[in-house]
């Protein structure tokens, strides 16, 4: 009966652990998520296809916004707005090349907190 009680207990604890998604296999960041921490976007570079949405997220106390720099010719600019902690913010991206973009709080365009999104 022990042995029974065992095997359920670890057959609980392994389904509490699983990551039910199939975007996010690993369970750490997702591949579309840019994350403001720290006074930095994590991952500070990312990579993505056309057509994409990449969603940022505020995941400090601190109140951040994003606001493009400089992106492809015929690519909306985007301004989110103050965020604070947990608040989202997504931008399609539809026109492949470079979007470079900063926190107006934390950086300006060449310093401090800002990104860049590769869209290919």
Not at 10 to 16: D, E, G, I
Request: charged share 10%.
């Amino acid at each position: 009966m022990r042995r029974v009680w065992m095997m359920a207990f670890a057959a609980l604890a392994l389904a509490a652990c699983s990551n039910d998604d199939p975007a996010n296999p690993g369970g750490g960041q997702p591949a579309n998520e840019v994350w403001m921490q720290g006074s930095n976007f994590s991952p500070a570079a990312r990579t993505t296809t056309t057509g994409s949405s990449i969603t940022f997220v505020n995941k400090e106390a601190t109140i951040h916004n994003i606001v493009s720099a400089t992106i492809p010719a015929g690519a909306a600019a985007f301004a989110s707005g103050t965020m604070p902690l947990n608040d989202t913010f997504a931008v399609n991206l539809t026109i492949t090349g470079t979007y470079n973009y900063f926190c107006t709080i934390h950086g300006t365009a060449t310093t401090g907190m800002r990104g860049t999104i590769t869209v290919n």
